[in-house]
């Protein structure tokens, strides 16, 4: 994980733990695989007047770090096994109607490819971190 420190100061203390980063000794925990889409994603995580730690909380009154989530990468796997996917599923049919004789290759398995997200690298996963001179963290 890449960590800017975007000011002098205090900062809050945070583990990161496989894709759980925790803040503040538990007071928040955030399991980043499960905030990454198709797209990058940023959280903003603040912190209330009471001293409680909010995720992009409108009723914030300091900034003390912000997470950036790369978007999920792909890769294309062959898979044995017919196609679940409608499209394929037709398409391989149609290759069989098309097919006159019956050979060893037609009635070997069949394979298809398909596209699975690989697991979050919490490599490129960047923290930014601000003072939190003035806040106290329950």
Do not use: C
């Not at 980063?21 to 538990?26: M, N, P, Q, S, T």
């Not at 009154?61 to 796997?77: G, S, W």
């Amino acid at each position: 994980m890449n960590v800017i420190e975007l000011n002098e100061g205090r900062k809050v203390e945070y583990e990161l733990r496989g894709t759980k980063l925790d803040f503040a000794d538990g007071t928040l925990t955030m399991n980043l695989a499960k905030y990454q889409r198709d797209y990058p994603v940023t959280k903003t995580i603040t912190g209330d007047a009471e001293g409680n730690l909010l995720i992009d909380g409108s009723d914030s009154r300091f900034y003390v770090a912000e997470v950036e989530i790369p978007a999920i990468e792909y890769e294309d796997v062959e898979v044995e096994g017919e196609a679940e996917n409608a499209t394929m599923t037709e398409a391989v049919e149609g290759e069989t109607e098309a097919a006159e004789d019956t050979t060893a290759e037609d009635t070997a398995n069949k394979t298809h490819i398909e596209r699975k997200a690989k697991p979050l690298n919490t490599d490129d996963v960047t923290l930014r971190l601000w003072s939190i001179e003035d806040f106290d963290i329950l």
